[in-house]
């Protein structure tokens, strides 16, 4: 893997960990964060996928 797939894949479960979180404290309601952790994956999947 190439450091730039080694960063997504740190990147990603920390994004996605920080919006259970943030739901969790009631900051963010179900269907937010739901699209944040939607959009980080299919990001870091698209990206991953193009290195």
């Known amino acids: ?3 730039a ?3 997504l894949a740190l990147a990603t479960p920390i994004i996605v960990a920080f919006a259970i979180a943030l739901r969790r404290m ?3 309601q179900g269907y937010s964060s739901f699209a944040a952790v939607l ?3 299919a990001i870091a999947a698209v990206l991953f996928l193009q290195q």
């Open 39 to 41: 959009f980080s994956v």
């Open 5 to 7: 797939q080694v960063g």
């Open 26 to 28: 009631g900051v963010l």
């Open 1 to 3: 893997m190439t450091d």
